[in-house]
Structure formats: structure tokens, C-alpha cells
């Protein structure tokens, strides 16, 4: 499927509102709960040399307020206090800002692990060693298809070509490298080609998730943005990519949106402790910063209801445990789910998965309909589940429109083709009680 020219309706790279200051804190009192963050996903600058169909920020140009680089390496201390462990660089194009690298080697000398992610478009050989003699050990570089797929999402012609030569540059330098892939509706029959080309350029991990109704995606849904019942397809695919890797030695590793609870969970995530997905992470084992000091549970969630605070304000120790956003899925319950995963079996260890993309969908979490289980427990009902966008997004930064949520019968035709390529025996029809009914939104469980 090509893509058609992307709407022009709103700017490619608009300029981000400033940063969301002097927030409520709970008061000091407040019980301390003992969590403390794994990771911290620090976004350096939304400045970025891409203009990616898919980039949920917006990214491309800078905020008006990022941190100085005092302001920067002060927070790297307070990380530091916080007992992070890992920092993984992020942007836009975290290269893109002067000091980088300067933060890169005050992350390694407190003590913490530091990585990078990027698109690799100006990640010469020269960056490339000057990010190893930095003290950066892991770079995951993104590719999203092969070569047309990949420089029609990403924006720019030769970026795939970029990408491949900033994983040779990067090997050559030293640095450990990984890559990470989106998976939607343009690239999903090309994942496995994907794997081939990452193996052969000697990634020793790869990273994939969903692609998500945010920012850029929520502009055009329709050419991007999978439908809820195609996890019929992603899962079982993931998981045989998933065997041929560890044949390999190529790790693949499942985002937090990739899921859940379904017969190829436990290869997925079996050497988790647990052998499985846990609830989502955000505010619990991560952290999200935006380059103006913006605190949130995860980097992916939607700024204006997910910023607990903004260092300038406050410690980050502080907006750590004392931060109603960052908290959510610390004090949430069962109770806060709505929908089919409201009444799932799985309810209480799963918690609806991810939050980013549950919210970015209706605007609060909590029923997440990107779920294996969920797809084929409606797919033995002869139901399936599609998003239909209703509010356009502003075109701001992380920002999100609004979907509904509709549950109708497989059209006539594809019902058996899913359930024979699944390895069920078709149906004759879907069920009696379900006969003839008309797409409707989804209804099932919501307050």
C-alpha cells in the first residue's frame, strides 16, 4: 500500500507551547510508596532532520524553553538521587542540541547507563565515535520498512539509506547496536523482510511496538493507524520472528503496547518474571522528560494531561512522588477500567496495557482495544473491532483526536479466512443472537 500525500491542513513542525509550570503537588505528607523509576526517557529537543508520518510529538522544531545546559545537568544529578538507572536520549534528534554530548558523559560519571535512540540521518562516523569516547553504550536507530515504506514514513528521501549507514558507522565506533520498528498499516507485510535486513546488519536487539493515534497519526488514521482486530495478524507473526531470533541470537523485544495474554504470550515475554505482560510501567519503572523540564510517567504520553510537574518548579523527586499524573498507575485499581477490560479475566494483572494508547484513542485510559486476547475472544463471536476517528487533533505537539470505538460482525468472507489462518475451524455464521446487527459503538461496560 503506497501512501497517498499527507494532509496540509496543519504545519509539519509546529512550535510547542511552553512548558506546563507551577502545577499542584500533592503536599509532603503524602505516603511514600517506595517506587522508584528503572528508566528515564529524556526527550533533549523536539528539534529533528526528519518530518516522519508517523511522530506522535510533531517533532521539528525546538521548544521555545528547553533546558540550558546548568539546567540540563542539574536534573542529571537529580536523577541520579531519584536511583535511575538507565537514561536513554531521545528527541527529535538528541544530537541536534550543542551539549549532547557534555550530558551524555555527566549521565555515565553519576553512576548511570546511557543510551540513544534516533533516526540516524546525521549520525556520521564523527558522531558516531564522539558518542563512544561519551560513554554511550547502546544506540537503537529506527527502521520502519524497507526502502520506500521507510523514506515515505520518515519524510525524507534516503532515509533508509541513513539509517543502514548509522549502524555500520555506530558498529564500527563500537557502540552496541539495536533498532527499533512501528508497526502499522504500511508496513505490516513488510516486518518480517525488516528482520532480515536488521539481522544482517547485526543489531543485537529489536524493538517493536504499534503504531499510535497521536500527533501526526491522528491527522491520518486511515493510512496509517492498524485496526484493532489486525493483532490477529501482528502477534502471531512477532512470535515466529520472536523464534527465528533467538535461533539467531537477535533479541526481539515486545513494546508495552504489543499484547496481551494471548497463546504467544509466553513466547513473547516468557523470560519476564512473571512469564508475562505486566501492567503498564509509566510513573512506576519510567520516566518521561521533555526538553523544557516537563515531567511525566512515560515520554509517549500526551503532555496536557500527563505533565506532573516541571523541574524548574520543583525536584524531580518531588514530582516523582508527589504528582497525581505520575502516581496514576500507582494508586489506580480495576475499578478505573471501563469496556471489555473492565470485566476481562486478566483485568488485574494487565490493568487495560497501555496507557498511551488507550488514552490517545478516547481521551482517558482504561479500555484498551489493541489486545490478542480481547481480539480473539470477539473473533469467536464472529465480532471484530474497529477505530473511527469523530474530533480531528490541534496540531500541537503530542497532541490526540478523538475515536470511537465500533463492534460489528466480520464481513462476509473474511470471518472464516481469520479463523482458518488462526488455525480454528470456520463457523457457518457468526452467532444467532448476533445476526444482522448494524456497526454500533462499543457499549459494553462503559460508565
Not at 25 to 33: M, V
Not at 222 to 236: G, H, K, T, W
Not at 256 to 263: A, Q, R, S, V
Request: with cysteine; proline share 7%; aromatic share 6%.
Amino acid at each position: 500500500m503506497g501512501l497517498v500525500p499527507r494532509p496540509r491542513a496543519l504545519p509539519i513542525a509546529p512550535l510547542a507551547e511552553p512548558a506546563r509550570r507551577r502545577l499542584p503537588l500533592a503536599g509532603p505528607s503524602r505516603q511514600k510508596d517506595g517506587c522508584r523509576p528503572i528508566y528515564a526517557v529524556w526527550e533533549l529537543t523536539l528539534r529533528c532532520d526528519l518530518a516522519c508520518r508517523h511522530c506522535g510529538s510533531r517533532a521539528g522544531r525546538a521548544r521555545p524553553d528547553e533546558l540550558d545546559t546548568a539546567q540540563a545537568l542539574d536534573l542529571v544529578r537529580q536523577m541520579a538521587e531519584l536511583e535511575v538507572t538507565e537514561v536513554i536520549l531521545i528527541g527529535g534528534e538528541a544530537y541536534l542540541r550543542d551539549d549532547w554530548l557534555e550530558i551524555a558523559r555527566a549521565i555515565v560519571a553519576h553512576g548511570m547507563e546511557c543510551n540513544l535512540t534516533t533516526g540516524g540521518r546525521g549520525m556520521t562516523p564523527e558522531r558516531a565515535r564522539a558518542a563512544k569516547a561519551a560513554g554511550i553504550r547502546n544506540v537503537s536507530v529506527s527502521l520502519d520498512g524497507l526502502e520506500a515504506t521507510h523514506d515515505a514514513l520518515r519524510g525524507v528521501t534516503g532515509a533508509y539509506k541513513s539509517a543502514l549507514a548509522a549502524l555500520a558507522a555506530l558498529k564500527e565506533a563500537g557502540i552496541a547496536i539495536t533498532a527499533n520498528t512501528q508497526i502499522g498499516k504500511q508496513n505490516l507485510h513488510e516486518v518480517p523482510q525488516v528482520f532480515e535486513v536488521l539481522r544482517a546488519a547485526g543489531i543485537h536487539t529489536w524493538q517493536v511496538q504499534l503504531t499510535v493515534a497521536m500527533g501526526r497519526v491522528a491527522d491520518e488514521p486511515e493510512n496509517l493507524l492498524l485496526e484493532p482486530y489486525q493483532v490477529l495478524e501482528v502477534l502471531p507473526m512477532l512470535a515466529e520472528l520472536k523464534r527465528r531470533g533467538d535461533a539467531v541470537g537477535l533479541r526481539l523485544f515486545a513494546g508495552n503496547n504489543i499484547g496481551y495474554f494471548g497463546p504467544h504470550e509466553g513466547t513473547l515475554r516468557g523470560s519476564y518474571p512473571a512469564g508475562h505482560m505486566y501492567s503498564c510501567g509509566a510513573g512506576r519503572t519510567t520516566l518521561g522528560i521533555e526538553a523544557n523540564g516537563d515531567i511525566k510517567g512515560c515520554p509517549s504520553l500526551p503532555t496536557r494531561d500527563w505533565v506532573g510537574g516541571n523541574v524548574r518548579d520543583h525536584s524531580l523527586k518531588e514530582i516523582w512522588e508527589q504528582s497525581a499524573p505520575l502516581r496514576y498507575t500507582r494508586d489506580r485499581s480495576v475499578e478505573d477500567l471501563w469496556g471489555f477490560c473492565r470485566t476481562c479475566y486478566y483485568a488485574d494483572d494487565c490493568r487495560a496495557g497501555c496507557t498511551w494508547t488507550a488514552h490517545t484513542l478516547f481521551g482517558r485510559p482504561g479500555n484498551n482495544p489493541y489486545c490478542h486476547h480481547r481480539a480473539l475472544t470477539l473473533l469467536e463471536e464472529g465480532l471484530r473491532e474497529r477505530v473511527v476517528k469523530r474530533r480531528d487533533a490541534g496540531g500541537q505537539p503530542f497532541d490526540f483526536g478523538e475515536f470511537e470505538l465500533v463492534l460489528e460482525p466480520w464481513p462476509a468472507g473474511e470471518l472464516d479466512a481469520a479463523r482458518t489462518r488462526l488455525g480454528r475451524k470456520p463457523a457457518e455464521a457468526p452467532p444467532t443472537v448476533r445476526d444482522g446487527v448494524e456497526p454500533r459503538p462499543e457499549i459494553r461496560g462503559t460508565p
